[in-house]
């Protein structure tokens, strides 16, 4: 008997600093995505995961469950960093135990989502026994990989316990389109978390909750002008990497490129590129010429559900 989940790869349009203090996020998930599978065994098996990643030791935590499972994972990005294929990993292992064990329990989607989220918290802070709750990672990337296309998300607590808003949409501007663009270059983002000042991002989430006004109204021409502020206030708190201002100096010299900013730990992984309906192959040669000929827009949009299907 074998198990299928397929699972996006993801992009922070803009939060990924505001997250880590409650501020609004804006995710963009796309293909090819990632496949993980479980095929049943009676052989011995081993753990696929590096055993310091959150999915390397939730399956250690709950190897009775696992034992009988030959687990698969495949990148289909083919290792290129920025697109959360740690945290697919950890998606993959959580959502098919907790579906497994408990097949026909009733449950709402977001109660679901929160459990794996919970899960993956539980294991950060077994990673990371030394470190501020704070610094921790966020999970908005793993929320947005569960919702799937374009995504809002937004932490808040109560007196009892964390909350999460999110809400899943199309892109919202029918004359703007994008190009999600990966660098080839990785920063470890589990290290640069654990450096980061978060009293510094306050204002951040302040800034990325202003910026759900031009989403909500499909404004294209106040969500690019509030990117620019956001990558302005990014630059002046030392949060893009040297390489990635590098890419985005040359690219904003083209009248073509309406906005671009690095996206996710210091902005190294994936530059984002906006610009107006009817630009799109000049965008792609444009990018072609700077020797990145990867890039995923609108029609990569991933548009179904992570869920357990047979094969």
């Known amino acids: 008997m074998k198990y299928h989940l397929q699972i ?19 995710l963009i998930t796309t293909k090819p995505g990632f496949d993980i599978e479980f095929e049943a065994t009676n052989q011995p098996q081993e753990c696929p995961f590096h055993p310091q990643s959150p999915a390397g030791l939730y399956y250690k935590n709950n190897e009775s469950f696992y034992s009988s499972w030959n687990v698969t994972f495949k990148d ?19 959502f098919f135990k907790r579906q497994t064990q408990a097949p026909e329990t009733t449950i709402s989607q977001s109660s ?9 918290q539980d294991v950060n802070r077994e990673l990371n026994p030394s470190v501020p709750e704070s610094q921790l990672p966020s999970g908005y990337d793993l929320w947005s990989q569960l919702i799937g296309s374009v ?5 808040f607590s109560t007196d009892s316990a964390v909350q999460f808003n999110y809400q899943r949409m199309e892109w919202p501007f029918a004359d703007l389109d994008f190009l999600i663009v990966p660098t080839g270059f990785k920063v470890a983002t589990h290290e640069h978390l654990g450096k980061l000042k978060t009293e510094s991002l306050k204002g951040l989430s302040q800034l ?46 083209h009248s073509e490129v309406a906005f671009a900013k690095g996206c996710g730990a210091l902005g190294a992984d994936i530059v ?15 990018l072609s010429e700077m020797n990145f000929n990867e890039a995923y827009d609108r029609s990569d949009l991933w548009d179904q559900e992570v869920r357990v299907q047979l094969c």
């Not at 995504?151 to 932490?155: F, I």
């Not at 499909?218 to 949060?239: A, H, V, Y």
């Open 112 to 120: 679901f989502f929160k459990s794996i989220w919970q899960d993956y």
């Open 8 to 26: 996006p790869g993801k992009t922070f349009c803009f939060g990924e600093y505001a997250a880590l203090v409650g501020g609004t996020a804006m």
């Open 272 to 286: 984002f590129v906006a610009f107006m309906r009817g630009e799109h192959a000049r965008i792609r040669l444009i």
């Open 208 to 253: 990325s909750d202003k910026m759900m006004v031009s989403l909500q109204t499909k404004d294209p021409t106040g969500f690019l002008e509030e990117l620019k502020t956001w990558n302005k206030r990014l630059q002046s708190l030392d949060l893009v990497h040297p390489n990635t201002l590098e890419i985005l100096n040359s690219l904003n010299k």
């Open 151 to 155: 995504s809002t998300v937004k932490r």
């Open 76 to 94: 289909n990005y083919k290792g290129r960093g920025g697109f959360g294929a740690s945290t697919a990993q950890f998606i993959g292992l959580s």
